[in-house]
């Protein structure tokens, strides 16, 4: 069994990755205890709570801007990369969640092998779309109206009134803070646990032929770039 | 019981002559000054059918007869204050001595005294005593008014920006008193705030009790919102006026303010600590009223069901303090969102080390 190691994630989106990654949990953090200040104090008091949440919202939401902008004008990929096709939707999801409920129990392989161009599965698609194309944003637009509800005030009130965006707000950040959950679970699901935890901070991933039928996929989607693969042992 | 008997009557004759004599000072007071006061159904009559009047006295001297007549000083009377005046002191220059405040307000005076206030400013600094009403009548805006003739605004959206996460919203949604007096206990009050006319994204004021009233059809300005009339407002209530296109210009504000009014003006260091309001827990936020403006100028309260600050979207849709108003329902929906982020890594995670032997065994053939 010959290993590939492929250069999955560049730079700038490693970078990214790992600021969000920070500004989500300090958000969680710092929300939580900003909705329950008489249970938790994980940040000494609540001023301090406020404005790191305040300031990683802003990092988050500037980050997630710059990330739109890389990915739609810098690499052009945002369709491919975050968009299910009709055979994604038709066939990819089923046989994914096939994969990771049923053949993953027995050992068999992940159907879908990573590329540059197609670093995502279906199911994989599927959850980005909402996560990055609504809810990164809606959470985004509405922590910037409550962090500046007086001179705002008109577009709250057309938003609907700071009660709807508050629970708007908080029901979207749970549904990240479920999402952060499985997100982390699933990197634990590589050919060894921190398999790919180490290759969004390196940028390389180590990927293992499984025979024929790693090669047929392999032969159905070749890589964009040669240059970003390099064979590192077989056996 | 003899013992107990024999002092209340003591006190009760004690008390009835120091009432005759007082009486009779105010007699002889007014003998000597030679002024008539009026019966006392119309006893400041005399004096507001002059004072009444700004063609005759000015601006300066003008006491709006609608609004005195509500004080608790027009009960007591002009003289009760003035009882040197004499008759014929029109156009003659004289001025007209006063009582002041602390004859009655003994205890205020005290209070204040030790307040950061003292020495800036006296009672007239704050109070008109000719339009005075009591702390629940007026307005949280209009205190913060009353303030802003010495406080200039800027200045402290500016020093209270300086620490302060939306100084500018906590200004405008709590009278200054809530923060600098040592007041325990709050309320939310709920004011009728309207639109600018003409002005499609115009700032909203505190509606007056014209517009009000033209708003209501000139019946009474509560049946906007307490339709049944039963002069208490439901949740149910609430919801029905906020999402009523036809009172779309037209929002509640919720200001909290304090159950009891001090004079204990300072600053708190504990007010500095957010958690002070914000950790108080919805149990701190169950009571809330509805004020509604009265002819007068002052306000009426009236209570509104338990609780209504809670509410999820509509009973005050734009009154949210963090921490204090969050609403339990949405807490347990979001319980069970981060609930269902945790079926993955446990369900998952669980039939992974059940099936961790058939896995290892098929990666073992591989290799």
């Not at chain 1, 810098?74 to 939707?89: A, C, E, H, M, N």
């Not at chain 2, 049944?228 to 296109?245: K, M």
Request: proline share 4%; with cysteine; aromatic share 8%.
């Amino acid at each position: 069994m010959s290993k590939h190691m492929i250069y999955l994630h560049p730079t700038p989106v490693r970078i990214w990755h790992w600021l969000n990654a920070l500004g989500i949990v300090t958000l969680c953090l710092t929300g939580a205890q900003i909705r329950f200040p008489e249970y938790l104090n994980i940040f000494g008091n609540y001023r301090t709570a406020v404005l790191l949440h305040n300031t990683a919202g802003l990092v988050v939401a500037i980050s997630f801007s710059l990330w739109f902008f890389y990915y739609t004008l810098g690499s052009r990929k945002i369709t491919q990369l975050y968009v299910p096709g009709v055979d994604d939707l038709k066939r990819g999801v089923l046989r994914q969640a096939f994969f990771y409920f049923f053949l993953y129990f027995f050992g068999c392989p992940n159907p879908h092998h990573a590329t540059p161009d197609s670093k995502f599965n279906p199911m994989q698609k599927s959850a980005y779309l909402a996560i990055m194309f609504v809810l990164v944003p809606l959470v985004s637009l509405t922590g910037i109206l409550l962090m500046n509800v007086s001179p705002l005030r008109e577009l709250v009130i057309m938003a609907g009134g700071l009660k709807l965006l508050v629970g708007l707000h908080f029901l979207m950040a749970c549904s990240l803070c479920a999402f952060l959950f499985t997100h982390v679970y699933l990197t634990t699901l590589g050919h060894t646990p921190l398999a790919h935890t180490k290759s969004m901070w390196t940028g390389w991933e180590e990927e293992e032929d499984h025979g024929e039928e790693a090669e047929k996929v392999h032969q159905a989607k070749p890589l964009a770039d040669p240059a970003l693969v390099r064979v590192k042992a077989s056996s | 019981m003899n013992t107990i008997k024999i002092p209340l009557i003591v006190a009760l004759i004690g008390m009835l002559a120091i009432a005759a004599g007082n009486v009779g000072a105010g007699e002889a007071a007014s003998a000597t000054s030679g002024y008539s006061y009026g019966d006392t159904t119309d006893k400041n009559g005399n004096c507001l059918s002059c004072h009444g009047d700004v063609g005759k006295v000015g601006k300066k001297m003008f006491i709006d007869p609608v609004k005195y007549t509500h004080t608790n000083h027009a009960r007591i009377g002009c003289p009760a204050c003035h009882d040197a005046v004499i008759s014929g002191h029109a156009g003659s220059g004289m001025t007209t001595a006063k009582t002041g405040c602390r004859q009655c307000h003994d205890d205020i005076d005290v209070e204040y005294a030790r307040s950061s206030h003292a020495g800036k400013t006296d009672c007239n600094g704050c109070h008109d005593p000719h339009r005075v009403a009591a702390p629940t009548e007026i307005s949280g805006q209009d205190i913060n008014r009353m303030c802003a003739t010495c406080h200039d605004t800027y200045e402290i959206s500016a020093s209270h920006g300086k620490w302060l996460p939306q100084a500018d919203l906590h200004i405008e949604m709590l009278p200054c008193i809530t923060c600098h007096t040592g007041s325990k206990n709050y309320v939310i009050n709920l004011y009728i705030i309207k639109r600018q006319e003409g002005v499609r994204f115009g700032k909203f004021d505190l509606a007056s009790y014209g517009e009000l009233k033209k708003e209501a059809g000139g019946r009474d300005i509560l049946s906007l919102i307490d339709t049944n009339g039963d002069g208490y407002v439901s949740l149910d209530e609430l919801r029905n006026f906020n999402r009523n296109p036809q009172y779309k210009e037209l929002r509640l504000q919720g200001m909290m303010t304090p159950e009891q009014v001090t004079h204990s003006f300072q600053i708190l260091d504990n007010r500095r600590n957010c958690t002070f309001c914000h950790a108080s827990g919805p149990s701190a936020m169950q009571t809330s009223t509805v004020a509604i403006p009265e002819a007068n100028g002052t306000f009426r309260k009236v209570a509104v069901e338990k609780g209504a600050v809670l509410d999820a979207l509509y009973a005050t849709p734009n009154f949210y303090m963090l921490g204090g108003t969050r609403n339990a329902m949405l807490n347990k929906i979001g319980l069970v969102i981060i609930a269902g982020g945790m079926v993955m890594p446990v369900g998952h995670g669980f039939l992974r080390f059940l099936s961790r032997n058939i896995r290892n065994r098929r990666e073992d053939r591989h290799e």
